[in-house]
């Protein structure tokens, strides 16, 4: 079993910046990568941000150039920096990560982007 714990979410006024992290733990056997996903109330979860073992990056449109995904050199811990943030980015985001050929999910951290 891998489990994905996050932390960073919280309240911030548009215009602001937070940064998530989720660190991954357990047996661990292999990787395709870590990424977040997000679910503001009465829509479906979407992907903001996911990052392969490669390296290869993927944004959504909605958070290019503003959000940016890393990771540290054990690949087992992923960073979300996000700035310029909208209200529209308030939503519960969900670390994501594809190991040993099945997704695990975090328990979602809240962000809350309001004046």
């Known amino acids: 079993q891998v489990q994905l714990v996050e932390s960073g979410g919280g309240s911030v006024q548009p215009g602001g910046s937070l940064r998530l992290s989720c660190v991954a733990s357990?047996?661990?056997?292999?990787?395709?990568?870590m990424g977040w996903y997000r679910q503001a109330p009465g829509k479906q979860r979407e992907l903001v941000a996911f990052?392969?073992?490669?390296?290869?990056?993927n944004y959504a449109d909605a958070v290019k150039g503003r959000f940016t995904i890393s990771r540290d050199n054990a690949k087992t811990t992923t960073f979300l920096l996000m700035n310029s943030l909208k209200p529209e980015d308030t939503a519960v985001y969900y670390c994501?990560?594809?190991?040993?050929?099945?997704?695990?999910w975090g328990q979602g951290t809240q962000v809350t982007v309001s004046s």
């Open positions: 990052i392969t073992s490669g390296g290869n990056i």
């Open positions: 357990g047996s661990i056997v292999s990787m395709y990568g």
């Open positions: 994501n990560g594809a190991f040993n050929g099945r997704a695990y």
